[in-house]
């Protein structure tokens, strides 16, 4: 009985049969094509690219050849090189300390010779360091500062070299004189040096409102930092939130945080301690120094 029932299972139709046969021949057709035919993708050359992809090996090998080469130095002022930013270029702690202590009697270093003379560097190290000094316009322009000069026959009178004035010194009149400068900016160049106290740097015009690029490079073309002014400095140590904030470049978030970190951290010793907070204009570091005492 059992034995009559498996036997059924195999009864097949004439057109189960003939279904059974083409799908038997469908399995072994596409285990031929799997075997015989080469299914990689073949990938299309570009020119452009092959020739990338050969210059990628060398960019790889130079990148890793200068992976340990010296770090790029840029300009800075040698008056306000830390103890870390001294140890990178090369200087003993030895010569470190004899500039901090020419600096702690508020002096300044105005020449590669001054520099040499102050902290006893070699010559070797001296002509590694000395490409990279930026001192101040005021230090860059050593020449006669007088007024200009009055040719009643100007058809008569010789060209002569433009004798640079004081920023200083220069009263409304000789501001007007420069292309571009009408009365209302010429007082409003004035009212930001009453502001400060005076002027440091030519650099600081560029924070005057409505003056132009041109109108900057026309004013260094005629005027310059003689000397440096006599300036009522704020004792950064000391100095309530309130002077602070009034001072031109401390707005009264970055006063907060002088008085915050100065709490926190003891008095500030340089201007290499007051670029560590954040949102000090780094960039101006140079000059804001000058109205500061440590």
């Not at 020119?47 to 090998?61: E, G, M, T």
């Not at 005021?138 to 200009?148: A, D, G, L, S, T």
């Not at 740097?201 to 005027?223: R, Y």
């Not at 009034?246 to 201007?271: E, H």
Request: positive net charge; glycine residues 4%.
């Amino acid at each position: 009985m059992a034995f009559n029932t498996i036997k059924d299972y195999f009864k097949f139709t004439k057109e189960q049969r003939t279904g059974i046969v083409v799908l038997f021949g469908i399995i072994v057709l596409l285990q031929w094509i799997y075997f015989f035919v080469d299914f990689c993708v073949t990938e299309k050359e570009y020119p452009d690219k092959q020739k990338w992809l050969s210059l990628q090996s060398q960019i790889d090998a130079e990148k890793l050849e200068n992976h340990n080469d010296a770090p790029k130095m840029h300009p800075f002022n040698p008056n306000f090189i830390s103890d870390y930013k001294g140890y990178k270029l090369g200087m003993s702690v030895q010569e470190i300390d004899r500039l901090l202590a020419f600096r702690k009697n508020n002096k300044f270093v105005n020449s590669t010779k001054e520099f040499q003379n102050v902290t006893k560097v070699s010559d070797s190290l001296l002509t590694a360091i000395a490409p990279f000094f930026k001192f101040p316009e005021w230090v860059n322009h050593k020449k006669e500062f007088k007024e200009y000069g009055d040719f009643s026959n100007t058809a008569f009178a010789k060209k002569q070299k433009v004798v640079l004035i004081d920023i200083n010194q220069a009263t409304k009149e000789d501001l007007i004189k420069i292309y571009g400068i009408g009365e209302a900016i010429s007082i409003r160049i004035l009212t930001q040096k009453e502001k400060l106290g005076g002027f440091v740097s030519m650099e600081q015009l560029n924070d005057v409102w409505g003056l132009s690029p041109e109108v900057i490079a026309n004013l260094n073309t005629h005027f310059a930092i003689a000397k440096l002014p006599n300036l009522n400095k704020i004792d950064i140590n000391n100095a309530s939130l309130k002077e602070l904030s009034q001072f031109f470049y401390f707005k009264y978030d970055l006063a907060r945080q002088i008085v915050k970190y100065r709490s926190m951290n003891g008095n500030f010793k340089n201007i290499e301690d007051l670029i560590k907070i954040n949102g000090f204009p780094v960039e101006k570091a140079n000059f804001i120094a000058l109205y500061l005492d440590f």
